[in-house]
C-alpha cells in the first residue's frame, strides 16, 4: 500500500515539476521564473523526501538542508533586486539619509 501512495505522489510531483519547468520557460515576467523556480526546488525537496521514505534512510538531510537554504537566499536576493528596481532612485539608504542631512543644514 506505501508503494501505491509513493508512487501516485511521485506521478504528482513530476506533473507539477513540468509545470514548473513550463513556467520557467515561458514565464512573462523574470519574478514568474523565480516564483517558478523556487517552486521547482520546492518540488525536489519534496520528492527527496520520497525517496528517503522508499528506501528508509537518512543520507539525504545535508541536501535536503542546502536545498532549502539556495532556495531561501536566492528568493531572498531577487525580493530585495526587485524592490530595489522599483524605487526612484536606487541607491542605499545611507546615500539618502546623507542627502537629507545636508538638506537641513543648507536650511537652517
Known amino acids: ?3 501505491i501512495a509513493i508512487w ?5 510531483l513530476a506533473l507539477a515539476a513540468w509545470g514548473s519547468v513550463y513556467r520557467i520557460w515561458k514565464g512573462p515576467a523574470l519574478l514568474d521564473r523565480v516564483l517558478a523556480s523556487d517552486v521547482l526546488l520546492s ?4 520528492a527527496l523526501c520520497l525517496l528517503m521514505i ?5 543520507h539525504y538531510i545535508v541536501l535536503l538542508v542546502v536545498i532549502a537554504t539556495v532556495g531561501f537566499v536566492g528568493s531572498v536576493t531577487v525580493a530585495r ?5 522599483k524605487l526612484p ?3 542605499p539608504l545611507a546615500g539618502r539619509t546623507r542627502r537629507r542631512r545636508k538638506k537641513r543644514k543648507a536650511e537652517d
Open 1 to 3: 500500500m506505501l508503494d
Open 8 to 12: 501516485a505522489a511521485g506521478l504528482i
Open 43 to 46: 518540488i525536489l525537496t519534496a
Open 54 to 58: 522508499e528506501t528508509n534512510s537518512q
Open 81 to 85: 533586486f526587485a524592490d530595489n528596481r
Open 89 to 91: 532612485e536606487a541607491q
